[in-house]
């Protein structure tokens, strides 16, 4: 079955510390592959994504994430934490291509401590 | 571009009311949007998608007759919470594609929905 696993519900991290959000897809067709930010009561933004190329994403914010397909894993990464990064992120997948039918991980809360 | 609206942004309501919550791309055409449900400190769960013109397919465990959804043309879709009891206070978010690029969905700010 596909699935999407972020690991770490909650992460807690300095001002100006590197922050890393794990994510892990399940699937046996070509991901495309996305990184959404929401933050409190509010909808969810697009960070960045993976469709084809490149697999090193730069997205907004300072945020990255590298498509690693012998890994399964897309993880988010800034090098340097600020305040204003504190909120939940969602790992979400398509696969074969669709437009729709996104499946999304759980959720990781990220704290930023001063 | 790619911006999704929704309203209200908040709602309260009495048990047994019917609410509805509107969903629009304000400049592009969405030839799909999608409805999700977020519970506290939970991901977001796929309720319903639908095109324009036709009927909403609805993911399993969905009461069709409860959550009706409308997408009556290519920027409005809406989402009418019948008879609405307090188990149906959540967090509905709505997105949209048919903005570029086309393999993405575009999310609105979402509707507090409290049923007392």
């Known amino acids: 079955a596909q699935s999407v696993t972020q690991l770490g519900s909650h992460v807690s991290v300095s001002e100006g510390a590197l922050v890393l959000l794990r994510c892990n897809y399940s699937?046996?067709?070509?991901?495309?592959l996305f990184w959404y930010v929401q933050y409190p009561n509010q909808g969810l933004q697009l960070l960045l994504k993976y469709t084809t190329g490149a697999t090193l994403v730069k997205g907004i914010n300072g945020f990255e994430a590298e498509f690693k397909k012998s890994e399964t894993s897309f993880h988010l990464t800034k090098p340097s934490a600020h305040m204003s990064d504190a909120a939940e992120y969602f790992c979400a997948v398509t696969f074969g291509g669709s437009q729709g039918n996104l499946i999304f991980g759980k959720g990781t809360k990220l704290s930023v401590k001063p | 571009g790619a911006v999704v609206s929704q309203h209200p942004s908040r709602v309260i309501c009495k048990s047994g009311t019917s609410v509805k919550i509107e969903c629009r791309s304000l400049?592009?055409?969405?030839?799909?949007m999608f409805w999700y449900r977020q519970f506290p400190k939970q991901s977001l769960m796929l309720m319903a998608t639908s095109n324009e013109g036709s009927k909403a397919t609805y993911e399993q465990g969905v009461e069709k007759d409860k959550f009706l959804i409308n997408h009556a043309s290519l920027t409005l879709s809406t989402l009418t919470v019948t008879s609405a009891h307090p188990e149906d206070s959540s967090f509905y978010i709505c997105s949209a594609i048919g903005g570029e690029p086309t393999d993405t969905q575009y999310f609105g700010p979402g509707t507090r929905l409290t049923v007392l």
């Open positions: 400049d592009f055409q969405a030839t799909t």
């Open positions: 699937s046996s067709v070509p991901p495309y």
